[in-house]
């Protein structure tokens, strides 16, 4: 009795042990597998906020600026989140400039009391950005046509259910816009896409 009672518990635990990994991983295959069925809406445009870390960067921050601005995407769905890291060159004193130049384009500028880096800086003005997509980009690093970020949010941003993205290398215009299991054909159908479609740095709020 004992001895049935003992191999009866070692079969259990066999089949636990072996079994639930097998099993997620074939229910996970299965699921994988399976259509998303998520279609392009040429119609969706998210809020977006464009995040520029800065440090020392007085040279360069209005040119950046001024790039920024002449993207063609809409103004009133766009904003500009800029964190400075305790420049000690006049780097917010100038972006406080740009904006009283440029009333018409929403700019909200992230003094840091100390320089902590550039993740924890980020990290910390997510929590002011108000968009649906968040974009980070450097201040040295220059978006080659005015179409660049609407091209990249409708080949990243391509429906409101679409919540967060897995990106590869090549660019769009210079923004990194290939995306995993989707491929980078601008009028390509996600219906058949097996891994889960996302919004890139760019995150879901």
Known sequence: MTLDLLLIAAVGLAVVH????LAYYYLKKWWLNKPWNIRRDPSYKPRVSIIVPTYSEAGLIESKLDDL???DYSRELLEIVVVDSASTDGTSEKVEEWARRNPGLKLKLIREPARRGKAFALNGTLGYASGDAVVV????ATWSSSSTLSEALSRICIHALVGMISLLSPFIHGVSAKLLGIGDKED???SSARTPVSRIRVEER
Request: no cysteine; aromatic share 8%; glycine share 8%.
């Open 69 to 71: 601005a002449r993207q």
């Open 18 to 21: 072996f079994g639930t990994p």
């Open 137 to 140: 980009t450097d201040v040295d």
């Open 188 to 190: 390509r159908d996600t």
